[in-house]
């Protein structure tokens, strides 16, 4: 079983950044994707960006491209999503997701951080 927790998120203005972080129990996520998702209101939920954990490879939907940096820490066994340049259309509910053996399947969320971009 991974639990993961999500922490960092908060209310910024238009242009401000935020730095989410992810904690994750498991000692070693070899072979494993981790991502943060997103859900507006009245919105699906969105994938954001993903990271493989071996090679730190790296995917972003196009929307936040040059504003938002995922990445990992080894020795802390946390992800984190580095946010600048925030926009309104930013405020969601973020979300850590973990994805074993590369299976196609996230199998396993945290409970999501509300982050706010005010105009």
């Known amino acids: 079983q991974v639990q993961l927790v999500e922490s960092g998120g908060g209310l910024v203005q238009a242009g401000g950044s935020l730095r989410l972080s992810c904690a994750a129990s498991?000692?070693?996520?070899?072979?494993?994707?981790m991502a943060w998702f997103r859900r507006a209101p009245g919105k699906e939920r969105e994938f954001v960006a993903s990271i493989t954990w071996n090679l730190g490879t790296t995917n972003y939907v196009d929307s936040v491209k040059g504003r938002f940096t995922i990445s990992r820490d080894f020795a802390k066994n946390t992800v984190t999503l580095q946010m600048n340049s925030l926009k309104p259309e930013d405020t969601a509910v973020y979300y850590c997701?973990?994805?074993?053996?590369?299976?196609?399947?996230?199998?396993?969320w945290g409970q999501g951080t509300q982050v706010t971009v005010s105009s």
């Open positions: 498991r000692r070693s996520f070899d072979r494993y994707r």
């Open positions: 997701a973990a994805q074993p053996n590369y299976n196609g399947r996230y199998d396993y």
